[in-house]
């Protein structure tokens, strides 16, 4: 079974800065995709950045981008310049390349401060 | 906004009582996928449909069950329902199954409240 972990419970920023939250995951599968999902207090998910395990480059999305070290089994999150409307829940997820369900870790609140 | 709608939005329930809740996938998905997400935790996988058919399941009791109707809407039914349950359940489309990778929208959820 895989596993997603997610360590910082809640992290805080200035807006404009910048903040990197932490996943790791655990799991026998060679092939396999991880994300990032936003919960804004609507409380619908939203994808933020998709990284397939088979890609060694890492995925960026305007000023979200990833730092994938698959052997590690590890996969952060860094928003950059940081602005008011990325206050929300963040959930690192997991699925194996032929899927049918997300496995997510517990979720990291952002909180981004004026 | 994603064209993935549930309802109800918010739902109280007396323990023991059966409760259904429903989802619209998005124009085009066969497949919807259900996930409970308790207060201060990330969603748990329920169950997923296919074309009609249940295709996978999580941890959760047989209490839990499900239909997809022919335009690939769905239902989550509980029955026997249990303090525990009180959570937000979400649903999620996809275009077919396997593509949970890359094609996953979500609706906003319903919140139930067993008391």
């Known amino acids: 079974a895989q596993t997603v972990t997610q360590s910082q419970p809640e992290m805080s920023v200035q807006e404009a800065e910048t903040v990197t939250l932490s996943c790791t995951y655990d799991?026998?599968?060679?092939?396999?995709?991880l994300f990032w999902y936003k919960q804004p207090p609507s409380r619908q998910m939203i994808l933020v950045i998709r990284?397939?395990?088979?890609?060694?480059q890492n995925a960026t999305e305007n000023r979200f981008s990833v730092n994938f070290q698959k052997a590690a089994k590890s996969f952060s999150l860094k928003i950059s310049d940081s602005q008011l409307g990325d206050t929300a829940m963040y959930f690192c997820a997991f699925t194996k390349a032929a899927g049918n369900k997300l496995t997510f870790g517990g979720g990291t609140r952002v909180l981004v401060k004026p | 906004e994603t064209g993935v709608t549930q309802s109800p939005t918010h739902l109280i329930k007396t323990r023991g009582q059966q409760v259904t809740l429903r989802c619209s996938s998005q124009s085009g998905h066969n497949t919807v996928s259900w996930y409970q997400q308790a207060l201060g935790q990330g969603p748990q996988f329920i169950f997923q449909?296919?074309?009609?058919?249940?295709?996978g399941r999580g941890n959760f009791p047989p209490r839990f069950s499900g239909l997809q109707f022919p335009n690939y809407s769905s239902e989550l039914n509980v029955n026997a329902l249990e303090l525990d349950d009180s959570a937000l359940y979400l649903c999620a489309s996809s275009p077919s199954t396997g593509l949970m990778n890359t094609e996953a929208f979500f609706g906003q959820g319903t919140r139930l409240t067993v008391v």
């Open positions: 449909y296919y074309r009609e058919e249940e295709n």
């Open positions: 799991t026998s599968e060679n092939n396999y995709y």
């Open positions: 990284q397939e395990a088979y890609k060694q």
